[in-house]
Each structure stands twice: as C-alpha cells, then as structure tokens.
C-alpha cells in the first residue's frame, strides 16, 4: 500500500491543454463577432483556471499549513500522519480572486468597446443600471470575504457548535445592508389555497431581512454539520452548485428551442424553452434572465475550485477543507438565492441537509448529549464504519430526551440501548445522516458511504427539480417569475 500521504499524481499534460482552453473563453468576448452573453463565456473561462488552480495549489500549499500546525488526524484511519487543514482557505482565496478580476466583463463598458459592440453589454444589465448592479456584486464579494475570515478563525480557534451557530449572521451584514440601501423587493407571492385571506403579495418588511439571515446561517451551517467523512463537505457543495447551474440554465436564452414533457413530473402542461433568443422558462423576462446570470457568474467557479478540490480530498483524504469551505461555499448559496431571488427553489436542494439538521436537532439544542465529533466509529480490523453512539454515563436522560430517542427510534432514525431493568435508555446512535445510512444500509467502508451520501444529495435535486417544476403549479400559478 502507498504511503497515505503520498502527493496524488497531477498530469502535467492536463496542466498545458487546459490553459489554452481557459484562455480562449476569457479572451473570446473581445473578438469580433461578439458572442451572445460575452460575460458567461468569460465566466466559463475562468472556471477552468479556478479548477486548475486548486487543482495544483492544494498540494503545493499544504506543507506550509503543516509546519503552521494547521493539521489534523483522520480519525478514520488506522494511520496517524498529518493531512493540511484548513485548505478551504487556498479553494476561497482562488475563488474570491477569480471573481474580483472577472468583474470587467459584466460591468465595464471598455470591455464592449474593445470588442466593437456598440449595443448594451450583455449580462448583468439588461434590467437595472450598471452601478446597482455592481454594488449589488461587490455586497456578495464582502460577504464571501467576511465568511472566509470567520470559517479561517473558526478552524484556528475551534469554536464550539453553541458560539459557530451565529457566525453566519455577521457574514450576512453586507449583503442585507446594501440589499436595504438599494431598496430591494420584501414582497413576496402568496400561495394559491391563501390568497383569498391575504390576496396576491404580502409585505414581510423587516422579517424578510430576518429570512434572508437565517438563510444564511443555514446553508453554511448545514453543509458543516454534515462532514466527519473523507469528500463529505465538497461533494455536497459541488452537487448543489450543479444543480443550481443547471436550474439557472433552464433560464438563459438558447438560439434553439424544446419542449419538456412536464407530465413526467406530474403536470399536465409543457415548458417551451428557447427558441431564436427568447429567454428559456423566464418566458421573455430580461429581468429573470440577469438574475439567473447573476448566479451562474457565482456558480461556474465554485464548481471548478469544488472540483479540483475534490481530487485530494477524495477517500483517502491527502487535504481537509476545514470549516472555512463550508463558510464560504454556504454563503455563495445564500448570495445567489438572495439576489437572484430564487431562495425557495435554492432551499430544495438542500432537502439532505434539512433532514440531517432537524434529525441532528436534539443534540444539537443540548436534548441530548452531543459529543465533541459524531462521526462514525471506525473499525481498524474490518476497515468499516459503524454509527458512533451518544452515552448516558454522567446522568440518566431527561424525560424530554427519552420521549425523543424512542419517538426518533420508532421512526428507525435512530438505534437505543436501555437498561433490561428498568428500561432507562443507556446508549443511542448519534443523530445524523451518515449514522442514519449505516444504521439502515449496515457497517460499509468510508469510500462508500461517501459515495451513498452523494446518491442521497443527487437524489435530493431529482427530487426539488420535480417539486420545482411538477408540484410547486398546485399552490403558484403562472410563470411563478
């Protein structure tokens, strides 16, 4: 067996065949013929170059966080050595810079002169002024920063799961601020069963900013709540950024047309997409179409960090991501649903999170006792996993926690073990989603409840796409722009 921390190998090939390809898309919107959407082209462009920055950086950096003590020990392995943490840090600074230097091409008129276009950018500005638009940018950029600063302290200072909760919320400030002083829309579209009592629109004022935070909070937090494995944290991000990228797709003016047979989701009607420039499913919207713009700018690089990521955080793990990816992965989620106004379709993506959240709950609120690391319990004999287990040895549960545990075991979310005699619960397996997969699927090697846990994420976007677009026409009706 290779030694465990034995660099992957990087095809140099790869390297020189990439390049030139990046290069091309980045430089293709300042040639004439200016192609339609000349920003997204760039977008793709610097894509590449952020898959293959994390791709060679990852490895390159991560001595230097070992001789910084920035490492740790897999728990899950039968060896000791120590494996980069926190190269989350390396995957957001790529990030945030490729998007501060992508900012030209949206925003700035010199890049349409150059290329000799005399009409309106394309992009960002087909329904609002340039520097709402980039304002609107720049207040994601600063939240971006803001999370990796925070996810950066919180793997140096190892905050505890009480004080990280919050964390978020400060991230958060920028967005909501310049969100407010560019007077964004708080209204928001009742459902059809409610609409005789509260008609089309309601106001939430001040309590759709409250949503808008905790969103925030949620989509950074769940990502990291779910982690302990080898891929965990980004196979997770990268899903959602694919499924969101394809969502934002289904929105963009294609130069064809096709129909979808909705009837396979459940509904009776087809969506027409495209056809000679029309805006997809934004049904002639510009304004649909920028946002959706707005989100694949945001989208395309996170898939290519996430992706070369990936291949040194795949089982056996040569780096860890630390919190700080979950931080600013989470938060990318929350500024694309926040400013391109799609936080309820957003939030169906993260079905697997939402339950692994309100399963994780008790002992995340201090129901029930809540270990310093749930991951599940390795056994170096068999090289499998099993669900780790939350123990009772300093006092007997408290009626709420029993009522829980046993609620939650009659469900099969969980597994008790109680005392033959006088049945007080002694043990019972930690409450998440890996736990739950080996309590329900049995004892399996870590590469293949990563692989289970990417399953569960692909099959939780099946399932929003269907709910999306097959069900959501029961309580919304039209366009639902």
């Known amino acids: 067996m290779a030694p465990p921390l034995s660099p992957r190998p990087l095809s140099s090939i790869l390297l020189i ?10 430089v293709r919107p300042l040639l004439d013929p200016v192609p339609p959407l000349p920003a997204l082209w760039a977008s793709v462009g610097f894509s590449i170059f952020a898959f293959v920055a994390a791709l060679y950086l990852v490895p390159a950096l991560g001595p230097t966080f070992v001789k910084a003590n920035l490492k740790g020990k897999d728990l899950l392995k039968v060896y000791s050595d120590p494996i980069p943490e926190s190269q989350g840090l390396v ?3 790529i990030y945030i810079l490729l998007l501060i ?25 087909g329904a609002a002024s340039l520097h709402h638009e980039l304002s609107v940018y720049l207040s994601s950029l600063l939240s971006l920063l803001m999370a990796t600063v925070l996810g950066f302290l919180d793997d140096v200072f190892d905050i505890r799961w009480r004080h990280k909760l919050p964390i978020p919320l400060i991230a958060s400030i920028p967005l909501l601020m310049v969100y407010y002083a560019e007077g964004g829309n708080t209204h928001v579209v009742v459902p059809i069963p409610l609409r005789p009592f509260l008609g089309l629109l309601v106001n939430l004022g001040p309590l759709y900013y409250l949503y808008m935070s905790l969103l925030s909070t949620f989509t950074t937090n769940s990502i990291n709540i779910l982690a ?18 394809i969502n934002d797709l289904l929105y963009m003016p294609w130069p064809f047309d096709f129909r979808i047979p909705m009837h396979l989701l459940g509904n009776q009607i087809e969506v027409e997409i495209g056809g000679t420039w029309q805006a997809g499913m934004a049904y002639g919207s510009s304004e649909l179409v920028d946002r959706h713009l707005f989100s694949l700018y945001f989208m395309l690089p996170l898939v290519g960090v996430c992706l070369g990521f990936m291949y040194h955080n795949w089982y056996p793990a040569r780096a860890f991501p630390g919190d700080t990816l979950c931080y600013v992965t989470g938060m990318a989620f929350s500024v694309v649903g926040i ?18 959240f ?49 609620i ?60 999306r677009y097959g069900l959501a026409g029961l309580v919304y009706d039209g366009d639902r722009r």
């Open 228 to 245: 302990g494995i080898n891929g965990s944290e980004v196979s997770q991000a990268l899903i959602i950024a694919i499924s969101v990228i």
């Open 17 to 26: 065949s990439l390049i030139p390809i990046a290069s091309w898309f980045v």
């Open 101 to 125: 230097l992508f900012i030209p091409f949206p925003f700035s008129t010199s890049i349409a002169s150059l290329s000799g276009g005399g009409s309106k950018i394309e992009g960002l500005l």
């Open 91 to 93: 995957c957001a600074s």
């Open 358 to 406: 309100l399963l994780s709950c008790p002992q995340l609120f201090g129901i029930v006792p809540c270990p310093r690391h749930r991951v599940p319990r390795f056994v170096s004999d068999t090289n499998l996993l099993h669900p780790s287990k939350a123990v009772f040895d300093k006092r007997p549960p408290t009626r709420l926690a029993s009522l829980t545990l046993r």
């Open 339 to 356: 400013q391109a106004h799609f936080s309820k379709t957003l939030l169906l993506f993260f079905i697997p999170q939402i339950f692994n």
């Open 408 to 467: 939650f075991a009659t469900l099969g979310l969980t597994e008790l073990t109680v005392n033959p005699t006088n049945g007080v619960v002694l043990e019972a397996t930690n409450l998440t989603i890996l736990n739950f997969l080996l309590l329900r699927l049995g004892p399996m090697n870590e590469k293949k409840l990563v692989q289970v846990l990417m399953c569960t994420q692909i099959a939780g976007s099946v399932l929003a796409f269907t709910i």
